[in-house]
C-alpha cells in the first residue's frame, strides 16, 4: 500500500553532517505535512522538524540553526540536512507524513504514516 522509506544515516563525528532522505510511495492521494522525528536510547520521540505543503516550518529549539528540513512535494521526499552534529543528536530519526491514501478496496484513509527509521551516530 503506502510505504515511507528513509535513507542517509550512518555514523558521523561531532561537527560533521549528514543528509536523511525519506520518501513516499503506493496509493497516495494527498501528502499534507511531513517531517522527522527521533528517539534516543532510553528517551521519548522527540519531534525535530516538520514542513507543510506551504513551506511553514516547524523547528526544534535543539536542532535550530543546525539542521534544515525541505521537501520535494512532486517526488513526496522530505529531506533533513543535519550539519554541525553533535553527540546528543545520536537517535533513531523517523520520518512520517499525514497523507491521505487508498487502501485495498480503495477507501480514502487519511492518517500519519510513519518511516521504519534510520540511526544516526554521532561520535564526540
Known amino acids: 500500500q503506502v510505504q515511507l522509506v528513509e535513507s542517509g544515516g550512518g555514523l558521523a563525528q561531532s561537527g560533521g553532517s549528514l543528509r536523511l532522505s525519506c520518501g513516499a510511495s503506493?496509493?497516495?492521494?494527498?501528502?499534507?505535512?511531513m517531517g522527522w522525528y527521533r528517539q534516543a536510547p532510553a528517551k521519548e520521540r522527540e519531534l525535530v522538524a516538520t514542513?507543510?505543503?506551504?513551506?511553514?516550518?516547524n523547528i526544534a529549539d535543539p536542532v535550530k540553526g543546525r539542521f534544515t528540513i525541505s521537501r520535494d512535494i512532486a517526488e513526496k521526499t522530505v529531506y533533513l540536512q543535519m550539519n554541525s552534529l553533535k553527540p546528543e543528536d545520536t537517535a533513531v530519526y523517523y520520518c512520517y507524513a499525514d497523507m491521505t491514501y487508498k487502501n485495498y478496496v480503495e477507501a480514502l484513509v487519511a492518517e500519519k504514516r510513519w518511516g521504519q527509521g534510520t540511526t544516526v551516530t554521532v561520535s564526540s
Open positions: 503506493g496509493s497516495i492521494v494527498a501528502i499534507w505535512t
Open positions: 514542513i507543510t505543503n506551504d513551506g511553514s516550518l
